[in-house]
């Protein structure tokens, strides 16, 4: 009941022509009177103790239920089921999806996630976010890096079309006819993508595709390569390639950090959108639908933006190692190097 209705009805001494300004029942304006000579205005702003559906579970119970599945398993299994929670808290399996909906708890639900021990995990962290949050002036921001064994995957038979109440379909089994290796770089503050397939991810190949990214960018701009700590990286080669050329300037991310790395969310587009549910006869033909995606991308780049900081980043992972040190002590130190035997420390 808003001020406008109540004045309307404490307004008026009959209480028909209240009902019928406040648009309200009879009854209700007559229990409205009553309560305000009761117990005064204050009280008509509150609902009436008493009022609606009792609950058929008090806290106590909903909290057994909430306790229950985040600190128990199912005998013999990995995560409870509403027809097992409810079969062994003695309640319906809709009151159990109701609770563990009310407090977003989805045990049928798991993702994948790593901790970095990088020793020097900060001093990277750093450096990676900045180029995203502050890119340097007369640069480029490249993110870089292979997707490695595409697999050229032939269904073996067609699938069904989608239509109104069904959904398409797909074999469930297929023709392995190949795999191909794509490099591919993102420019981070334009989204365009520049990529090359190659049948091997050798420091060879990897050459080839820096020598490509020279000539996509003439000139002398420097091109900040942000790359993981994988070994065509860092092979002496490549070093010594990178030494001959001073504009391209490396900066690399935690170990069991790809998710600094940009270029591996437009990994997962690539993949969803194009290649998980293709249906490839070759290894050309699936090369050819990577390049199908990769020139309608540019035709209409889309920028990936970066706004998490080092500080939140920083105590994200600060919670999740606490957890981690609690189940196992000592699994989240940072990782030393093994000296070989004979060699004094």
Not at 18 to 25: F, I, L, P
Not at 104 to 112: F, Q, S
Not at 264 to 285: H, M
Request: charged share 25%.
């Amino acid at each position: 009941m808003n001020a406008k209705c109540a004045s309307r009805i404490f307004r008026k001494p009959r209480p028909s022509n209240a009902e019928e300004r406040a648009k309200v029942n009879r009854h209700t304006v007559m229990l409205w009177r009553q309560r305000f000579l009761q117990e005064g205005k204050e009280s008509l702003w509150e609902v009436a103790p008493g009022r609606g559906r009792k609950p058929t579970y008090g806290p106590e119970k909903i909290q057994a239920i909430v306790k229950a599945t985040l600190q128990t398993k199912p005998k013999g299994m990995t995560q409870w089921s509403c027809r097992l929670m409810a079969e062994n808290q003695g309640l319906s399996k809709s009151t159990v999806s109701n609770i563990w909906r009310s407090h977003n708890l989805k045990p049928h639900r798991v993702k994948t996630f790593k901790l970095s021990r990088d020793p020097q995990f900060l001093e990277k962290l750093t450096d990676v976010v900045g180029l995203y949050l502050n890119p340097p002036e007369k640069a480029v921001v490249l993110c870089v890096d292979e997707k490695s064994q595409i697999q050229a995957l032939d269904r073996t038979q067609p699938g069904l079309p989608m239509k109104k109440g069904r959904c398409g379909t797909m074999t469930h089994d297929y023709k392995r006819h190949g795999t191909t290796t794509l490099f591919a770089a993102l420019e981070v503050l334009q989204g365009r993508v520049i990529g090359q397939c190659y049948e091997r991810h050798r420091h060879q190949e990897f050459l080839k595709f820096l020598r490509r990214l020279d000539d996509e960018f003439p000139g002398d701009i420097p091109l900040h390569l942000v790359m993981d700590n994988y070994g065509t990286h860092k092979h002496p080669r490549t070093v010594a390639w990178l030494k001959r050329h001073p504009r391209f300037i490396s900066h690399f991310v935690p170990t069991s950090s790809s998710w600094l790395n940009l270029i591996e969310r437009w990994f997962g587009e690539l993949t969803s959108k194009r290649v998980r549910r293709g249906s490839f006869f070759s290894v050309d033909d699936l090369q050819r639908a990577i390049r199908d995606f990769l020139n309608a991308w540019n035709e209409e780049p889309k920028p990936f933006i970066w706004t998490a900081t080092v500080e939140s980043i920083q105590a994200k992972l600060s919670r999740c190692r606490q957890t981690l040190e609690q189940i196992q002590p000592g699994c989240t130190k940072p990782r030393t190097r093994k000296r070989p035997n004979g060699l004094s420390s």
